[in-house]
C-alpha cells in the first residue's frame, strides 16, 4: 500500500476540523455540505472503468419513488475522486472522513478489523445489505450475486464470526485480448481460435515473423499473472486452487504441500514458452514499457495478442474504434492448459507426466482435449463416445475458470453520519435499473449481479463492442475466485502466488540471460523458501495469520 501523501494528510486534516461543525468540502469546488444522514458524499477511485457511471447510476437512485419516499431531504453533492488507491482505506482509518460511501480500486480487507482507541471498528459490517432484499426485486442482494463472487467478500474475523464489510461494484476480467482483423490477415480466414495452450503455441509460432508480433505487454504491471493463475486454476480446479490461498490440503490441513500443487509447474511451463525472451513472441518494448503505452501499440497493431482486462476499451476509448482502426479486438476465451489431461480419465500414462511426453503423444491427447472442448462449447457433450462424464466435468470447469477484478469495493466508514441512505444505495446497486445503467455508461463492463443483459436488453447489448459482448457471457457464465483477496494467510500473513519471484513477466523475459528464471526453477525455490529451517518461513506465516501462536 502506498503512504499516504502530505496532502491527503492536510485534507484528512481539513475534513476531521470541518466535521466538528457538522460541514465537509464538496466535490471541486469547495463548497459546504451538511454532514447529516439526508446528505450522501461519495468517492470514487479514478482507473480504468470511470467515474461517469457512477453519476448516472445515482440519477437513477434520486429518480426512484422508494427513495424519494423515504429520504425526502435527500441531498448527494458532487462524487469526489482521485488516483491515489490507498486513498479509500486511508481515509476510512483515518477516523475523521465525513465520505459516507467508498468505491475503491484496492482491497481493504487488511484494514476491516482495524478499530479507533475505543475499540470500535473503522469499517460498517454491511451483512444487513447482503442479507435485505433488492429494492422491487423478488430476491435478496446476497442471492443476486454470482455466487463465485458472493464466497470472496464473505470475510473471517480473528474471532470466527463471518461478516461482509465491503460490496464489489464490478466483474472484471482479465484474460488475453486479440486482434482477430490481424489474426485472420497474417494466419488466413478460416484459422481456428486457440481451444487449448498447445494450440496457442503453435498460433505464436505460426504468426511469428517479419513485422509480425504475436504478443504484446507491459512487464511492469505483470498481466500475464492473471493468465497463469488461470490456468493453474483449470488444472487443479477451483477448490484446490482456494486450498492454496487458504494454505491447507484436500483434508483441511495446513501444509507446505500446497507449493507443491503440479498445477503451478504445469501453468508455468506454458508461459514460459510463450513468453521466454529466447522464443521470441513478444514485442521487443515488453519490458520497457509502460502499461498505456503496450496498450496503444495493441491499437495500432502492433501485435496480435495482449494479457488485460475488460477496461481496455473505456481506458483507451479517445484512441480506440473498431470502425476508425478497422480493427475489431476481442476477448480470448482463455485455452484450456493441454496437461491437463493427465488429471482426466483418458489419460493412459500412469505417473509419467504429460509434458515429457513424446511430442506425437502429447499431439494424441491433445486433439482428444479439443474435441471434448469443443462439444463443451457446443453443448454436445451427450455426443461423445468413450469419454467419461468425470472427464467432461473437469473440462467444463475449466472452460468457466476466470480470473477476476476483485478488489474495487464499496465501503461504508462505521462512523458515517449518512450510513442509512449508504447502504439503500448498496442495495440499489444490485437492480436490474442499476446494472444497465453500469452496463450503458462503460459500454459493456459487467456488474457483480446476475443481470443478462442480452435476453434482459437485447438492443444494449447489440450496441457494446465484440469485445465485451463476448465478454459479458464468459462473466455471466464463468467461475472465478476472490481468495487471494480474502484468505487468513492472504490479508494477515502476506501469502502471495509467488513467495521468491516478485514480477513473474520479468522473470521470464529479462534481457540479460542469467537474469532469466525457468518455470522448474520458479516452482521449486518456492517449495525450498518454506521448508528450509524446519519450515521456519512457513511457520511465521502462520502465526501472522493468527492460525498458530
Given at each position: 500500500?502506498?503512504?499516504?501523501?502530505?496532502?491527503?494528510?492536510?485534507?484528512?486534516?481539513?475534513?476531521?476540523?470541518?466535521?466538528?461543525?457538522?460541514?465537509?468540502?464538496?466535490?471541486?469546488?469547495?463548497?459546504?455540505?451538511?454532514?447529516?444522514?439526508?446528505?450522501?458524499?461519495?468517492?470514487?477511485?479514478?482507473?480504468?472503468?470511470?467515474?461517469?457511471?457512477?453519476?448516472?447510476?445515482?440519477?437513477?437512485?434520486?429518480?426512484?419513488?422508494?427513495?424519494?419516499?423515504?429520504?425526502?431531504?435527500?441531498?448527494?453533492?458532487?462524487?469526489?475522486?482521485?488516483?491515489?488507491?490507498?486513498?479509500?482505506?486511508?481515509?476510512?482509518?483515518?477516523?475523521?472522513?465525513?465520505?459516507?460511501?467508498?468505491?475503491?480500486?484496492?482491497?481493504?480487507?487488511?484494514?476491516?478489523?482495524?478499530?479507533?482507541?475505543?475499540?470500535?471498528?473503522?469499517?460498517?459490517?454491511?451483512?444487513?445489505?447482503?442479507?435485505?432484499?433488492?429494492?422491487?426485486?423478488?430476491?435478496?442482494?446476497?442471492?443476486?450475486?454470482?455466487?463465485?463472487?458472493?464466497?470472496?467478500?464473505?470475510?473471517?474475523?480473528?474471532?470466527?464470526?463471518?461478516?461482509?464489510?465491503?460490496?464489489?461494484?464490478?466483474?472484471?476480467?482479465?484474460?488475453?485480448?486479440?486482434?482477430?482483423?490481424?489474426?485472420?490477415?497474417?494466419?488466413?480466414?478460416?484459422?481456428?481460435?486457440?481451444?487449448?495452450?498447445?494450440?496457442?503455441?503453435?498460433?505464436?509460432?505460426?504468426?511469428?515473423?517479419?513485422?509480425?508480433?504475436?504478443?504484446?505487454?507491459?512487464?511492469?504491471?505483470?498481466?500475464?499473472?492473471?493468465?497463469?493463475?488461470?490456468?493453474?486454476?483449470?488444472?487443479?480446479?477451483?477448490?484446490?486452487?482456494?486450498?492454496?490461498?487458504?494454505?491447507?490440503?484436500?483434508?483441511?490441513?495446513?501444509?507446505?504441500?500446497?507449493?507443491?500443487?503440479?498445477?503451478?509447474?504445469?501453468?508455468?511451463?506454458?508461459?514460459?514458452?510463450?513468453?521466454?525472451?529466447?522464443?521470441?513472441?513478444?514485442?521487443?518494448?515488453?519490458?520497457?514499457?509502460?502499461?498505456?503505452?503496450?496498450?496503444?501499440?495493441?491499437?495500432?497493431?502492433?501485435?496480435?495478442?495482449?494479457?488485460?482486462?475488460?477496461?481496455?476499451?473505456?481506458?483507451?476509448?479517445?484512441?480506440?474504434?473498431?470502425?476508425?482502426?478497422?480493427?475489431?479486438?476481442?476477448?480470448?476465451?482463455?485455452?484450456?492448459?493441454?496437461?491437463?489431461?493427465?488429471?482426466?480419465?483418458?489419460?493412459?500414462?500412469?505417473?509419467?507426466?504429460?509434458?515429457?511426453?513424446?511430442?506425437s503423444e502429447r499431439n494424441a491427447y491433445d486433439e482428444k482435449l479439443q474435441a471434448i472442448?469443443?462439444?463443451?462449447?457446443?453443448?454436445?457433450?451427450?455426443?461423445?463416445?468413450?469419454?467419461?462424464?468425470?472427464?467432461?466435468?473437469?473440462?467444463?470447469?475449466?472452460?468457466?475458470?476466470?480470473?477476476?477484478?476483485?478488489?474495487?469495493?464499496?465501503?461504508?466508514?462505521?462512523?458515517?453520519?449518512?450510513?442509512?441512505?449508504?447502504?439503500?444505495?448498496?442495495?440499489?446497486?444490485?437492480?436490474?435499473?442499476?446494472?444497465?445503467?453500469?452496463?450503458?455508461?462503460?459500454?459493456?463492463?459487467?456488474?457483480?449481479?446476475?443481470?443478462?443483459?442480452?435476453?434482459?436488453?437485447?438492443?444494449?447489448?447489440?450496441?457494446?463492442?465484440?469485445?465485451?459482448?463476448?465478454?459479458?457471457?464468459?462473466?455471466?457464465?464463468?467461475?472465478?475466485?476472490?481468495?487471494?483477496?480474502?484468505?487468513?494467510?492472504?490479508?494477515?500473513?502476506?501469502?502471495?502466488?509467488?513467495?521468491?519471484?516478485?514480477?513473474?513477466?520479468?522473470?521470464?523475459?529479462?534481457?540479460?540471460?542469467?537474469?532469466?528464471?525457468?518455470?522448474?526453477?520458479?516452482?521449486?525455490?518456492?517449495?525450498?523458501?518454506?521448508?528450509?529451517?524446519?519450515?521456519?518461513?512457513?511457520?511465521?506465516?502462520?502465526?501472522?495469520?493468527?492460525?498458530?501462536?
Amino acid at each position: 500500500m502506498k503512504k499516504t501523501s502530505q496532502k491527503i494528510m492536510a485534507s484528512a486534516l481539513a475534513i476531521g476540523m470541518l466535521a466538528a461543525s457538522g460541514l465537509s468540502l464538496a466535490g471541486c469546488g469547495g463548497g459546504a455540505v451538511a454532514n447529516d444522514e439526508n446528505t450522501l458524499e461519495i468517492f470514487i477511485s479514478d482507473f480504468g472503468y470511470g467515474t461517469a457511471w457512477l453519476s448516472d447510476v445515482v440519477a437513477k437512485f434520486k429518480t426512484q419513488d422508494w427513495v424519494k419516499q423515504k429520504y425526502p431531504n435527500l441531498s448527494i453533492p458532487a462524487i469526489k475522486k482521485n488516483s491515489e488507491k490507498s486513498y479509500p482505506a486511508d481515509s476510512i482509518t483515518s477516523g475523521t472522513t465525513t465520505i459516507d460511501l467508498f468505491f475503491s480500486t484496492m482491497t481493504a480487507a487488511a484494514s476491516y478489523e482495524k478499530a479507533d482507541a475505543s475499540g470500535a471498528c473503522y469499517f460498517e459490517d454491511i451483512t444487513d445489505v447482503y442479507t435485505s432484499n433488492v429494492p422491487n426485486e423478488e430476491w435478496k442482494v446476497q442471492e443476486k450475486m454470482l455466487p463465485s463472487i458472493l464466497a470472496g467478500k464473505q470475510y473471517v474475523t480473528k474471532a470466527g464470526e463471518s461478516k461482509y464489510y465491503a460490496v464489489p461494484w464490478v466483474n472484471g476480467y482479465m484474460g488475453l485480448l486479440y486482434n482477430e482483423t490481424l489474426m485472420k490477415e497474417y494466419l488466413g480466414d478460416d484459422y481456428a481460435i486457440p481451444r487449448t495452450t498447445n494450440e496457442l503455441v503453435q498460433m505464436a509460432k505460426d504468426i511469428k515473423g517479419e513485422n509480425k508480433v504475436p504478443f504484446i505487454s507491459a512487464a511492469k504491471v505483470d498481466y500475464w499473472l492473471y493468465v497463469f493463475q488461470t490456468w493453474w486454476m483449470q488444472y487443479e480446479g477451483v477448490t484446490e486452487y482456494e486450498n492454496y490461498w487458504n494454505g491447507v490440503n484436500k483434508y483441511g490441513e495446513y501444509t507446505t504441500d500446497i507449493y507443491a500443487q503440479q498445477g503451478r509447474l504445469e501453468a508455468l511451463k506454458v508461459l514460459e514458452s510463450l513468453i521466454s525472451r529466447s522464443n521470441g513472441y513478444n514485442h521487443s518494448d515488453a519490458t520497457t514499457q509502460e502499461f498505456t503505452a503496450a496498450q496503444s501499440k495493441m491499437i495500432l497493431g502492433e501485435a496480435v495478442m495482449m494479457p488485460n482486462g475488460d477496461w481496455f476499451e473505456t481506458e483507451m476509448r479517445s484512441n480506440y474504434s473498431e470502425d476508425k482502426n478497422h480493427y475489431d479486438i476481442k476477448f480470448m476465451k482463455t485455452p484450456v492448459i493441454s496437461a491437463i489431461v493427465e488429471t482426466m480419465d483418458l489419460y493412459t500414462h500412469g505417473d509419467n507426466k504429460y509434458t515429457d511426453l513424446a511430442e506425437s503423444e502429447r499431439n494424441a491427447y491433445d486433439e482428444k482435449l479439443q474435441a471434448i472442448i469443443t462439444a463443451v462449447d457446443n453443448g454436445t457433450t451427450a455426443a461423445l463416445e468413450g469419454v467419461s462424464a468425470a472427464d467432461v466435468q473437469k473440462v467444463e470447469g475449466a472452460r468457466k475458470a476466470i480470473i477476476g477484478i476483485s478488489s474495487h469495493d464499496a465501503m461504508i466508514p462505521s462512523y458515517a453520519t449518512a450510513k442509512g441512505v449508504a447502504k439503500d444505495f448498496l442495495r440499489f446497486l444490485a437492480t436490474d435499473t442499476a446494472c444497465e445503467s453500469f452496463m450503458r455508461a462503460t459500454n459493456g463492463a459487467s456488474t457483480a449481479f446476475n443481470y443478462d443483459v442480452k435476453t434482459k436488453n437485447p438492443d444494449l447489448y447489440n450496441s457494446f463492442s465484440n469485445l465485451q459482448k463476448e465478454r459479458a457471457e464468459m462473466a455471466l457464465k464463468g467461475v472465478t475466485s476472490t481468495a487471494s483477496y480474502h484468505s487468513k494467510l492472504a490479508y494477515w500473513g502476506g501469502l502471495s502466488t509467488f513467495a521468491t519471484t516478485e514480477m513473474l513477466e520479468i522473470a521470464f523475459m529479462a534481457q540479460n540471460a542469467t537474469d532469466r528464471k525457468t518455470a522448474k526453477q520458479i516452482f521449486e525455490e518456492d517449495i525450498t523458501y518454506y521448508n528450509k529451517n524446519n519450515q521456519e518461513n512457513w511457520s511465521n506465516l502462520l502465526k501472522l495469520s493468527g492460525i498458530i501462536n
